[in-house]
């Protein structure tokens, strides 16, 4: 089994800044793939960014330029530094790996902007 466990969510103003983590743990193999996703209440679960092993990377078009998806393999572990925040960023993110056995989530981690 393998295990995602998030960081970094909070409560932030306008324009700041928020880093979130998030590890996994168990029986990891090689992660062939991470994304972060978030979901805003009423509305559906979106992509916000995702990273292959080979450090390819895409992000919706509405963080571009704002936030910076990152991995450490050693530590088998993503980031999401998320600068320039706006209010419609709040949602609860979630992280998502996919590994040769399979695909797995994060819990969540509440990240709300405010005026």
């Known amino acids: 089994q393998v295990q995602l466990v998030e960081s970094g969510g909070g409560l932030v103003q306008a324009g700041g800044s928020l880093r979130l983590s998030c590890a996994a743990s168990?029986?990891?193999?090689?992660?062939?793939?991470w994304g972060w996703y978030r979901q805003a209440p009423g509305k559906q679960r979106e992509l916000v960014a995702d990273?292959?092993?080979?450090?390819?990377?895409n992000y919706a078009d509405s963080v571009k330029g704002r936030f910076t998806i990152s991995r450490d393999d050693a530590k088998n572990t993503v980031y999401l530094q998320m600068n320039s925040l706006k209010l419609e960023d709040t949602a609860v993110y979630y992280c998502k790996a996919w590994l040769v056995m399979g695909n797995y989530w994060g819990q969540g981690t509440q990240v709300t902007v405010s005026s």
């Open positions: 168990g029986s990891v193999s090689s992660i062939l793939r």
């Open positions: 990273v292959t092993s080979g450090l390819s990377k």
